[in-house]
């Protein structure tokens, strides 16, 4: 046996635990949604008004890595929030995290018990 050699035969596939068959073919796809870029505080507003009324709420967070000198001259990457995604049904809002220096109406939606709020890769940092 060579180093190359597939560790399975593609036909024993169907034996493998937890192998569901082929991946059926696509469905039609969802009509596409409106999309917001909010990088000022009025669009914030109008984003948490419209996100409050959904019962779901899908969130991403994309982060920076800033470079910061410690009381004892020690360098070190902290990670900033600098962009983050908020769907729900029929609408994307993509926040300038960066731009804007309050995010506090966001707590509206995300602090709101009756709000679903679904994380991509969630992660113990704190921001």
């Known amino acids: 046996m060579s180093d190359n050699s597939p560790l399975t035969d593609l036909e024993n596939l169907e034996n493998l635990h937890g192998y ?8 039609k796809l ?3 949604g409106e999309r917001f870029w909010v990088d000022r505080p009025a669009q914030l507003l109008h984003a948490v008004s ?36 908020l769907s729900i049904e029929n609408h994307c809002f993509v926040v300038d995290a ?20 679904l994380l991509h890769g969630p992660a113990p940092i704190c921001v």
């Open 20 to 27: 569901l068959g082929p991946t059926p073919p696509p469905g």
């Open 30 to 32: 969802p009509q596409r």
């Open 50 to 85: 419209l996100l409050k009324q959904s019962g779901v709420v899908a969130v991403d967070a994309e982060f920076t890595q800033v470079r910061a000198r410690t009381q004892s001259d020690v360098v070190s990457n902290i990670p900033r929030l600098a962009l983050l995604q």
């Open 98 to 117: 960066l731009r804007l220096s309050d995010l506090s109406p966001l707590m509206d939606v995300l602090g709101n018990p009756s709000i679903a709020v």
